[in-house]
């Protein structure tokens, strides 16, 4: 009986087509839910929210068709986000041409100092792959490799993010800028995501663009690989890193005059 927007519900045909007996269960089920959010008193919402900068708004407006849940509006020629809908599924963030929308405790500056940390201790020669997971599947599926004793390479570090729409082709490069030699993205299968569907699409969106960059740095556009995961298919998670790292020791490490061409 949950949508995508918190306190919101849905039950019965309304669903769709459903017999008396299923809709009057639904009903008493969206009336609970519905009941346990009142009787709080106040509502708890998560700190992960997009947020605007506002010396870099131009008020350009590209962003509010991005959000798919009309969390964002303009106001006085500037974007503001309403904080009890947004969802911090980051899909606005790509789309800014002015870097002007970021999201808290995952900002783009904090990932890429995260980045910089991971790849400070690599040696001359070695082979390193930044890999982004997703927190609702990636993530859950590589801690159920590990509480499974499953093995994957030692050349990976991972960095944790809501969803993988929050990246932009800047935090991308920079991994392969400050040391990375492949990048690998994990995010939910087609409905199995906690956010909107369409943030797949703004993922797509985003690889493609990457690697557009990448071909016009001169950086093969195989280095960097997306791949949908269930959060039980953690064996397939250890075969994607593992087939990425082979891959990448191939093509060897990228060179300084390959990372000095990237501008970040
Ligand atoms: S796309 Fe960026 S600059 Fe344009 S309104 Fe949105 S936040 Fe402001
Ligand atoms: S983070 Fe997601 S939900 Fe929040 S404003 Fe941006 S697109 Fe909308």
């Known amino acids: ?52 900068i506002e010396e870099l708004c131009d008020g350009c407006g590209k962003c509010i068709d991005k959000c798919p849940l009309g969390a964002i509006t303009i106001e006085n020629k500037i974007a503001r986000v309403n904080e009890a809908i947004c969802n911090g599924c980051g899909s606005c963030i790509p789309y800014c041409p002015r870097n002007a929308i970021d999201l808290k405790h995952y900002t783009e500056e904090q990932l890429i100092e995260e980045i910089k940390a991971l790849l400070a201790s690599k040696e001359e020669g070695e082979v390193r792959v930044i890999a982004f997971f997703d927190d609702s599947c990636t993530y859950r599926a590589a801690d159920l490799a590990g509480t499974s004793r499953l093995t994957y390479t030692s050349k990976v570090r991972v960095v944790r993010i809501p969803s993988s729409s929050r990246l932009t082709p800047r935090i991308i490069l920079s991994a392969f800028k400050y040391g990375a030699d492949g990048v690998f993205i994990g995010d939910c299968l087609p409905g199995g995501s906690p956010y909107h569907p369409r943030v797949l699409d703004v993922i797509n969106d985003l690889i493609r663009k990457t690697r557009t960059l990448m071909r016009r740095y001169r950086i093969d556009a195989r280095r960097l690989r997306f791949d949908t995961i269930a959060v039980d298919t953690a064996e397939r998670l250890a075969k994607d890193l593992d087939e990425l790292v082979v891959l990448v020791e191939r093509l060897g490490p990228l060179k300084p005059e390959d990372r000095d061409r990237i501008k970040v």
Request: glycine share 10%; aromatic share 4%; net charge positive.
């Open 1 to 52: 009986v949950d949508t995508l927007r918190e306190g919101i519900f849905i039950c019965g045909c309304a669903q769709g087509p459903k017999d008396i007996a299923d809709t009057v269960a639904q009903a008493s089920a969206a009336a609970g839910r519905a009941l346990r959010l009142i009787s709080q008193g106040r509502i708890v919402i998560e700190p992960i929210k997009a947020y605007v």
